[in-house]
């Protein structure tokens, strides 16, 4: 008895892989001559989890097998299972369904949520030789998945459950003759609302297995994943001499961004998928589909406006599946982000209706109901006023709650704590606004944007710089935090890099603000900061809790890093800004400390990493779910590659090391398909700028801008830049 995914059984396969691609995960095994292939993915249309099991003999026998596929069900949510489960187990029964050969789950707790409740449902593509639906019974007394008793046995036992702990297993006989492969597949799946309407959940779980048991119907589920994926991914594809990155940049990047837009904060291999919506986490997830899936953007994107509050506040996280109510902690930094999110919209689509649409407030009163409604613009215009009124006494923002870093806000418990990293981001927002303004027409917006932009930019000027670099903000009796004074945390990366990001201060604060932080880099990321704050017995210290080296408190948070390389490219810093890219690309890190050390996915990108103040330095944590990756994604493709969407266009500006002779893009954009070939004549050994359009020779100015215009009547469009 073996397992094609390795685990649970003690018996190991003689030979293993495992192969992720967007959507699919492959384990390939091979065990006695017998070789297995147990893909796994979900099928776009309905809620099914396809379980594809290929065998092939590879002896000169005939093989007889049994093959068991079972799935542990857990009760309907996780916190009630936790909490309520040992009541809940009598209130749940799993059968097994002659007409559709399948077993089935049903919770019959329902409660507030009745019409949530689904039906479960596990069934096989061949005709079932047993099942088992109770736990228990399928794995006997004391025994768990490594030799469950069913298995053993070699049947079932056919167990239906009417109370207990729930499971589904199947059995299926097969013989394979020698050279021969087979195909059986598994689904487990969901049909929606059975509590309240168990003939249509029934229907429809019967129409679901009619269409997957056709000959070609997980084919054609596969295929439509595929085309999915495809047209996802084919937006933005580059042609790079460094294949790792490229890999990371063309594949892995945007599928994680896809996993960060779908589920936000709530759930991965770590996380329970409790945490619903984070606001300023989606505004950011969303800026990396924003430019291959604008769509969806822009309904994320509306949805998080409804989630504001009339004074231009926002919710801190919502929890729309659940119907729960939102968190409503006021942070500075949540409803700074909209902004940003509405020009990466506006930026790729140039649509600007979205600025008229009506959308409805969240009401103070009850934080679900709507108070009224306004345009879009006027939203934003609400977060601009939010912030405006609630500056501290060096006239930047109040911290309140917290920043875009969540334990900053312990400077600030007294309400008047400052942060320079939310006046950075203000301002970042009021310049993306002013340039909207002026497309969209609204010029008296325009001066007080420009007017806010003024006021900020001095008042961050003349209290937020060091002497050597940016600080991070002052706390609730004035002190200055993150300056060489600091007896912790004397220097933070954000303010260095967002001070870039924002154009605050002179050309050369900004570079030396950078060269500073360049002291955090650890060779495996940036330090957030330095040196950590020593935690218990220095109970005071602000950021106790947090050990040094760990989390907010100096990991290397590779969210932040992403920042640090944009601004590393927009000061044209080549080298230091790819160094901080590819460092930090899972598989890179790998070779560098090990797996072992690092502990995570070698292709999804991390929150943060240990830093070398603790004995853990080089663990990752918490992987799928982070901001870094939708960041990472447009650090790479608009910052470092340079190929970025803005209000007047696409401008083609990339920043690239020094030894490269060129790259390739192909990029969809406002219907066109653009051909971009960017030539490093100094490396190719060539001399000189020319940029040249559809063949057509252009003044070779300092950035290159694709507008409405040259896109005109043309599906193809190619670019060559020689610089
Ligand atoms: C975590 C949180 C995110 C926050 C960041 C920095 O990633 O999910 O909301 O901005 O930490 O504190």
Redesign the pocket.
């Given at each position: 008895m073996w397992s094609p995914t390795q685990r649970p059984c003690d018996e190991k396969p003689d030979h293993w892989r495992a192969v992720h691609s967007p959507g699919k995960t492959v384990f390939h095994a091979e065990k006695n001559r017998l070789s297995a292939a147990l893909k796994f993915f979900i099928t776009p249309d309905d809620d099914v989890l396809v379980w594809n099991l290929k065998l092939a003999n590879l002896s000169n026998e005939t093989r007889k097998l049994d093959v068991f596929a079972y799935s542990e069900l857990s009760q309907l949510e996780w916190k009630s299972e936790t909490m309520w489960g040992y009541y809940i187990k009598h209130m749940l029964k799993v059968w097994h369904d002659k007409k559709t050969d399948s077993v089935i789950y049903l919770d019959h707790l329902g409660g507030a949520r009745t019409e949530d409740v689904p039906l479960v449902f596990f069934a096989s593509s061949r005709k079932s030789r047993s099942f088992a639906g109770s736990r228990e019974a399928f794995m006997g007394p004391y025994r768990d998945e490594r030799l469950p008793l069913g298995v053993e046995k070699g049947h079932c036992g056919n167990s239906e459950l009417h109370t207990g702990e729930p499971c589904a297993a199947l059995q299926n006989r097969v013989s394979i003759a020698p050279g021969q492969e087979i195909e059986l597949n598994f689904f487990l799946g969901v049909a929606p609302s059975a509590l309240k309407k168990f003939k249509e959940a029934h229907t429809k779980l019967a129409a679901i297995l009619v269409k997957l048991r056709k000959e070609d119907g997980v084919a054609r589920e596969e295929a439509k994943l595929d085309q999915w994926w495809g047209e996802h991914l084919e937006k933005y594809q580059c042609q790079i001499p460094d294949k790792t990155a490229m890999r990371q940049i063309n594949l892995w990047s945007p599928v994680n961004s896809v996993h960060t837009g779908r589920y936000s904060?709530s759930v991965n291999t770590a996380a329970p998928g409790i945490r619903g919506i984070?606001f300023?986490?989606s505004c950011q997830d969303m800026l990396a589909v924003a430019y291959r899936k604008p769509e969806w953007a822009v309904k994320m994107f509306l949805y998080l406006l409804s989630q504001q509050y009339r004074d231009g506040h926002a919710v801190h996280s919502t929890n729309p599946e659940e119907r729960e109510p939102p968190s409503i902690s006021i942070h500075s930094d949540d409803h700074l982000w909209l902004p940003l999110l509405a020009y990466a919209i506006f930026a790729e689509t140039g649509d600007k209706s979205l600025f008229t649409k009506k959308v409805l407030f969240l009401s103070e009163k009850d934080h679900v109901s709507a108070a009224g409604s306004a345009t879009v613009w006027e939203h934003l215009m609400r977060c601009v006023k939010f912030t405006e009124t609630h500056l501290g006494s060096h006239k930047i923002p109040l911290t309140l709650k917290?920043d875009?870093?969540?334990?900053i806000g312990k400077f600030a418990q007294k309400g008047k704590g400052e942060s320079v990293f939310a006046g950075q981001q203000y301002l970042v927002a009021l310049k993306y606004l002013s340039q909207i303004a002026e497309c969209i027409g609204r010029l008296t917006d325009r001066e007080w944007l420009e007017d806010c932009i003024k006021r900020q930019s001095d008042a961050l000027i003349a209290c937020a710089w060091d002497g050597k670099w940016w600080r991070r903000g002052f706390d609730d009796d004035g002190r200055p935090v993150g300056s060489s004074k600091s007896p912790f945390g004397k220097i933070f990366v954000n303010p260095q890099s967002w001070a870039v990001l924002s154009g605050l201060g002179t050309l050369e604060q900004r570079q030396k603000g950078m060269l500073a932080a360049r002291k955090l880099d650890t060779g495996i990321g940036i330090k957030i900061l330095d040196p950590g704050f020593k935690t218990w017995p220095h109970i005071k210290d602000p950021f106790s809790g947090y050990g040094p080296g760990t989390g907010?408190n100096g990991a290397i948070?590779c969210?932040a890093n992403t920042w640090a390389i944009m601004a590393e490219a927009l000061l044209g810093n080549a080298e230091r800004a790819w160094k901080y890219f590819t460092q930090l690309i899972p598989h890179n890190i790998i070779q560098k400390v090990g797996i072992d050390r690092y502990e995570a996915e070698p292709y999804a990108w991390v929150?943060n990493i240990i830093g070398p103040e603790n004995p853990r330095f080089g663990w990752a944590n918490?992987t799928q779910i982070?901001?870094t990756a939708p960041w990472m994604d447009v650090a790479a493709t608009q910052y470092l590659l340079g190929i970025r969407p803005t209000a007047k266009g696409l401008l083609v500006a990339p920043c690239i090391p020094s030894g490269w002779k060129g790259f390739k893009v192909s990029r969809r954009y406002r219907g066109c398909l653009l051909g971009i070939e960017i030539v490093n004549s100094h490396a190719a050994g060539r001399r000189g700028r020319k940029v040249c359009i559809d063949g057509k020779e252009l003044p070779a100015h300092e950035d290159v801008l694709i507008t409405n215009q040259m896109l005109l009547g043309k599906n193809k469009l190619k670019i060559t830049i020689n610089f």
């Open positions: 904060r984070g300023r986490d917290s875009w870093n969540d334990i907010e948070f969210h929150s918490v982070t901001g």
